[in-house]
C-alpha cells in the first residue's frame, strides 16, 4: 500500500508542491508549525534515516542539499532556519517515508519537545 507521501508524489492527492527533481518532491506541510514548513521528500521510498542504505549515500546529500537551495529560495538564508528528520516513535515520525523538515520564519527554540 501507498505512503501518503507516494501518494502525493504521483498526484494522487493534492499538495501544495513547490520543487521536483529527479531525486525528490518538496511541499508545504499541511500543518505548519513555522511561517515556512515544508518537507523534502526522496521519490525513492526509504522508511526511515535508521534504514537508509549505503546505496542512498547519493540521495541523502542530494535531500540535504536541496532543502539547503530550498531555504535559500524561500528567503530564509539569512534569518536561519531548522532541518529535521524524526524518526521512530520516540523521534515522534507518523509518516513512514524518509523526509527532510525545513522550517523557519520565526525564532525557534531549542531543545524541542
Ligand atoms: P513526521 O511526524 O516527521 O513523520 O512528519 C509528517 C509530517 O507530514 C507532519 O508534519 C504532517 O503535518 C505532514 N503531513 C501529513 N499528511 C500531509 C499531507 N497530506 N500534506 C502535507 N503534509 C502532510
Do not use: Y
Request: proline fraction near 7%.
Amino acid at each position: 500500500m501507498k505512503t501518503i507521501f507516494e501518494k502525493i508524489r504521483d498526484g494522487e492527492i493534492p499538495a501544495d508542491v513547490i520543487h521536483r527533481d529527479e531525486h525528490c518532491f518538496v511541499f508545504r506541510d499541511i500543518s505548519p508549525q513555522a511561517p515556512v514548513h515544508v518537507l523534502i521528500v526522496p521519490n525513492k521510498v526509504i522508511p526511515r534515516i535508521g534504514e537508509a542504505e549505503t546505496g542512498d549515500q547519493a540521495i541523502l546529500g542530494h535531500l540535504l542539499l536541496t532543502a539547503a537551495k530550498i531555504a535559500a529560495d524561500l528567503g530564509l538564508a539569512e534569518s536561519g532556519f531548522r532541518v529535521v528528520i524524526n524518526n521512530g516513535t520516540h523521534g515522534g515520525e507518523t509518516v513512514p517515508h524518509l523526509h527532510v523538515h525545513l522550517l523557519g520564519g520565526r525564532q525557534l527554540t531549542w531543545p524541542p519537545g
